[in-house]
């Protein structure tokens, strides 16, 4: 005996009459062919014109082709009505579309010496005509019973199949379920409706071939026979479904002589205490809670009635709607259950690594497909190591031709990366048998047929050793749930099928590889596998028309809302509802009647609800998910006529603890998480001794939620910040000592953790940063070694040389990036230009500006630094060991004191010394600076006897544009010149004493270069703050020494508080890398506030006020 539906029958016939007949083609093989037609074809189309690029259109197109062939309807035909007069011209121009496509496809076919899918069933039909037709003696095929069942409807090409058949059938016997013969009337209200219409035309059919009419038999219902002979309600539900009438209520009877009681429905009821209901309804408030409930019916069933999974079933009208909400409930309370459905394999990781590999040799190795396809886990290379390779790659800017070419680092040495590269070229090389030494760049792209292009996959899937590792993924699955046994394998096997169909459709045509592209990826874009019925103890889960397990006796129905289940009419294909009117006007009669949808919509309901044969549970949700408003069923109002004494409850998953079936159902217990909130610390009791280990998972959750602190252990503080736990050194720098004074749980993720954003290979602020700094390095080089200085250039010849300079920089600046893009080409010359107004302004100044510039990029504390690290002791076994790097350091030396010093730190926009912001530490950058060059090595180092730092200040790098009210005024040079000078000027701090050899411009009171303002009797105005006395720039100095040791002591300490400040409108949070991490609400955090600042010549003042 043998189980097989039309395809595989018709399969098993062509194999037995006709074992040399041609291949045939998949779906997915004409899909294919279909988006090639599409592509070839797409200049001759009129209404599909536009959208014949459309990835679904070949999908359409092979629906509506399918439903023309199962009713006969050939391109012809087709054409003939798009020349009728009286259709809509949008009708007529589908029509059209169709015929062509539909016509073209027919001719590949006939080329190809091929057939498409649904021609299996003619010609299984043809054959077995021609077997007919022989003598009995010389038959091949002779069945001796045919028996077919669990169909409500039937195509005519599978009718004209069965009548051939069943004239080579000694004995046939065709099952339908329905309650009464067809009526000579059609009855378009019925659910029988299809039913009845396939059982006439088979009638018809069959009496024409046969000399005697076929034999009608109609099983009555018996109350003895059958599946529902213990539960009554079922029975009555069944027996008037299409003849509704009200049940009486369930009454158990005295246990009599025999034990067993009668109901008021007159069957058997063998229970001495009131019976269960076999129905149960429930309302739920979304589809969410539809099956967390059916999950505690499923619990309930197994725990406390004896039950098995197997027994038990989960249906839904369509299961694409609830899979997720389903397999997630289900694994999380650890549900055993069977999704009996295909298994979509689009996002498998070898359909993912094919596709990719594709798309690399048509764009050109971009970067998102070449680690798609690195991280298809079918590539021999570590996780972390692919990790390290993806940020190089976006930081460095690798795409494109750069992958085929050696990779090498900013000293021209082969990269780190370089023997990886290679390694991952070579399958491509098997792939292309292309040797990949004679590469100078991209493979040439090649144009390939059928038969190249799946023996190069083929390739690159041997080289890669795929079957090898989706074996192993079989062998050690890294989670259980699988589908069904040996999935990986067959996800293989389908797409070797699919290859094989490539093949047989594109055998010797030759196509460009962006042209197979669309075509391969229509292929993949519909794969699944299908999957193997449950022989474990599991729980079914299906949707009703798909399902066909009969032995249950539980079946949970969900999702019985207002046009889900029954479902709105729907039709696949490029007809809509009018168009599909106007053909059956002209003699085309499709499949898909509104009226015909309804009613096996219908007798879908009579199908899932007399599934079961014990117990049936129904819901439906009040709400959609996305909190839309749902309507229960029909069928929920028809159940109600049948039993109207019986109640629809409303489900609430707050549930009592005493009433979980799981541990993880107590996270939604009332009065559990009440008890927890008083008792936080304390182990519940065991009242119950199911749950008694619940009890322990859930409080070491609730205590893991609690166990972020805004402390660490001082023993782990000094080890992740500092070098040992002892004697911890911590190395640092000024920026970091900011950000903690900014907020130190930052400062813990950025030094502790070292978390770092991704650095991409874009022009962003800190690479515009670095060119500016490197071209000034550059320039400031190159006066060195012309033996020259700043002061002897004049601005002209400043400007001149850093162009030059900025020329050569540009095209070898980090990997090419400032000619990566137009806009970052533009960028550059934008760079270029305003350093040379900076330049320019600086020469001007250089003639009251004695100082000048000895070094430039000058590090300390890092390897190879000239100078030493800033050793600053926090405690007695601690200190902090800052490295950094000073941008510009200008020196004015004298013959008759230590040499004087200013600090000069380039900025990307304009920025000033705050007093609040420095008092508190956030601002330490050039008081750190300044100590740096207190430090008695640093003036040897220099080659000075003795050092003095006179100033510290910021410098802009770009200036900012002003707005002007006339044409006039924005080309005025005198005003470009004042709003340069005014763009670049310096703001720092420096000791009044050694003003005069900052500016030397006699009687100034204002500063041009450096900004101050001061009064007519030479002391600073209130605003110029930074111009300070000796003891006062002394005293800053030593503000940020005391600083750092109390955050130092801070670290060590382990106090990590997520604690920014507010300063204004400011607030560090606005451009923080960590807010995902810390996740606070800016709306309602209280921000720390920064204390007011104190110099020593205010106390003194206020000392004398107060006096």
């Known amino acids: 005996m043998q189980i097989l539906s039309f395809p595989r029958l018709a399969e098993f016939i062509l194999g037995t009459l006709a074992p040399t007949y041609e291949g045939c083609i998949s779906e997915e093989g004409r899909i294919m062919v279909l988006r090639s037609i599409l592509n070839r074809c797409a200049s001759q189309l009129v209404l599909f014109k536009q959208g014949s690029r459309h990835t679904g259109l070949a999908t359409e197109m092979s629906h509506t082709i399918r439903e023309c062939q199962h009713h006969g309807i050939t391109p012809a035909r087709l054409l003939e009505l798009s020349q009728k007069p009286h259709l809509h011209p949008s009708m007529a121009c589908k029509l059209k579309d169709i015929a062509l496509i539909f016509g073209q496809y027919e001719a590949w076919l006939d080329q190809q010496r091929l057939h498409d899918p649904d021609h299996m069933l003619d010609l299984a039909t043809q054959a077995l005509t021609q077997e007919r037709r022989k003598p009995t003696k010389d038959r091949r095929f002779l069945l001796k019973a045919l028996w077919l069942d669990g169909f409500a409807s039937l195509t005519p090409q599978e009718r004209s199949m069965l009548k051939a058949l069943c004239d080579l059938c000694q004995f046939s016997t065709l099952a339908f379920c329905a309650d009464s013969f067809p009526p000579t009337e059609k009855q378009l209200f019925s659910i029988w409706l299809p039913v009845h219409q396939t059982v006439r035309a088979c009638m018809n059919d069959l009496a024409a071939v046969h000399e005697l009419p076929p034999t009608c038999e109609l099983l009555e219902r018996s109350s003895t026979l059958g599946r529902f002979t213990d539960a009554p309600m079922l029975r009555w539900l069944e027996a008037s479904w299409t003849r509704p009438s009200p049940c009486p209520i369930p009454e158990a009877q005295p246990q009599s002589g025999n034990n067993t009681s009668q109901l008021e429905l007159g069957l058997p009821q063998t229970h001495q205490e009131p019976i269960q209901p076999s129905i149960e309804m429930m309302s739920c408030s979304t589809p969410a809670e539809e099956v967390a409930w059916a999950a505690r019916i499923i619990m309930r069933e197994t725990r406390e009635r004896g039950a098995r999974y197997k027994d038990i079933a989960v249906l839904v009208r369509s299961l694409e709607d609830y899979h997720d909400l389903i397999r997630h409930q289900f694994q999380r309370l650890e549900i055993p259950c069977f999704m009996d459905q295909r298994e979509s394999i689009v996002h498998h990781p070898l359909v993912a690594l094919t596709r990719s590999a594709l798309r690399l040799l048509a764009h050109g190795w971009m970067h998102d497909d070449w680690f798609t396809y690195l991280k298809s886990g079918l590539i021999s290379l570590p996780m972390d190591q692919l990790d390290a390779l993806e940020n190089t790659a976006i930081e460095r800017g690798w795409r494109g031709d750069r992958w085929w070419l050696p990779l090498s680092d900013s000293s021209g040495q082969p990269h780190a990366f370089e023997p990886v590269r290679l390694r991952l070229l070579q399958p491509f090389e098997s792939m ?89 990826e229509s292929g993949m874009s519909h794969l699944s596998v299908g999957v193997v019925p449950p022989a474990l103890d599991q729980v079914m889960v299906g949707a009703v028309d798909r399902s066909r397990q009969s032995s249950l006796k539980t079946v949970i129905l969900l999702g019985l809302n207002e046009s889900v289940f029954p479902a709105r009419p729907s039709s696949q294909g490029l007809w809509d509802e009018t168009e599909r009117e106007a053909l059956e006007q002209e003699g085309i009669l499709l499949e898909t009647d509104p009226r015909i949808q309804l009613a096996l919509e219908r007798f879908l309901g009579y199908i899932a609800c007399t599934r079961p044969r014990k117990q049936l549970c129904l819901s439906h949700a009040r709400a959609s998910l996305s909190g839309q408003a749902l309507h229960p069923s029909v069928l929920i109002d028809h159940l109600r006529r049948l039993f109207p004494w019986l109640e629809v409850s409303t489900f609430d998953s707050r549930i009592l603890a005493d009433q979980a079936f799981h541990e993880r159902e107590l996270m939604v217990t009332r009065d559990f998480w009440k008890w927890r909130k008083d008792h936080p610390n304390v182990m519940p009791s065991h009242a119950d001794s199911r749950l008694g280990e619940s009890h322990k998972w859930l409080a070491g959750l609730t205590r893991s939620s609690e166990s972020f602190s805004e402390k660490i252990h001082p023993d782990l503080a000094a080890m992740l910040f500092g070098d040992s736990v002892s004697h911890p050194q911590i190395q640092t720098s000024v920026s970091r000592m900011e950000s903690f004074a900014e907020c130190p ?85 934008a760079m270029t230009q305003g350093l040379r107004i900076f330049i320019e302004v600086l020469m001007g100044w250089m003639k009251h500006y004695p100082y000048e510039p000895r070094a430039v990029e000058l590090s300390f504390g890092q390897k190879d630094s000239l100078l030493p690290p800033w050793r600053l002791p926090i405690r007695q076994d ?212 920064l204390q007011p600042p104190q110099t020593p010549s205010e106390k003194e003042a206020s000392s004398s006020d107060q006096a």
Not at 492 to 515: C, G, K, V, W, Y
Not at 760 to 770: Q, S, Y
Not at 772 to 799: I, N
Not at 913 to 932: A, E, F, I, K, R
């Open 878 to 1089: 601690a200190a902090f060991v800052f490295q950094g790097v000073i941008d510009r350091l200008d020196f004015l030396e004298r013959e008759d004191g230590p040499t004087l010093a200013v600090i000069i730190d380039y900025k990307s926009s304009l920025k000033k010394l705050d007093p609040t912001l420095s008092w508190n530490g956030l601002q330490l950058q050039l008081p750190v600076y300044l100590n740096v060059l207190r430090q008695p090595e640093v003036a040897s180092k220099l080659d000075q006897t003795s050092i003095r730092p006179t100033g510290a200040f910021f410098v802009p790098l770009k200036s900012a544009q002003e707005n002007c009210d006339t044409r006039d005024e924005a080309l005025d040079a005198h005003r470009i010149e004042q709003s340069h000078q005014s763009a670049y000027q310096h703001h720092g701090c420096f000791d009044m004493e050694a003003l005069q050899t900052l500016d030397t411009r006699p009687g100034s009171l204002k500063g041009t270069q450096i900004d101050y303002h001061l009064k007519k009797d030479g002391t600073p105005r209130k605003s110029s703050w930074q111009a300070m006395t000796r003891e006062d720039f002394e005293a800053f100095m030593n503000r940020s020494v005391e600083l750092l040791k109390r955050f130092g002591d801070r670290l060590l300490q382990g106090d990590i508080p997520v604690e920014p400040y507010r300063h204004g409108q400011m607030t560090p949070c606005q451009y923080c890398d960590y807010s995902s991490v810390c996740r606070i609400d800016t709306r309602t955090h209280s921000w720390r506030t």
């Open 432 to 520: 292309l048998r292309q040797p990949m030494q004679a590469k100078k760049g991209l493979p040439k792209k090649q144009t390939w047929t059928g038969n190249s292009m799946s023996e190069a996959i083929r390739r690159l899937w041997t080289s890669l050793g795929v079957t090898r590792s989706l074996e192993d993924w079989d062998a050690h699955p890294l989670k259980e749930g699988l589908p069904h046994q040996d999935f990986h394998l067959r996800v293989l096997e389908t797409m070797e099928s699919l290859l094989d169909n490539l093949e047989m459709a594109f055998r010797e045509m030759p196509l460009p590889i962006h042209e197979w592209l669309p075509i391969m």
């Open 745 to 829: 749980f930052r400062f813990f993720l950025h030094a502790g953790l070292r978390l770092k954003e991704r650095q991409t290979f874009e022009l962003d602020a800190r690479r515009m940063g670095i060119f500016q700094h490197h071209l000034l390095e550059s320039f400031h080089l190159t006066l060195q070694e012309e033996g020259k200085q700043w002061h002897d250039l004049t601005a002209g010849q400043g400007a001149e040389l850093l162009s030059h300079l900025a020329e050569q920089m540009i095209h070898d600046f980090d990997d090419g990036l400032l000619e990566d893009k137009a806009t970052n080409q533009l960028m550059a010359k």
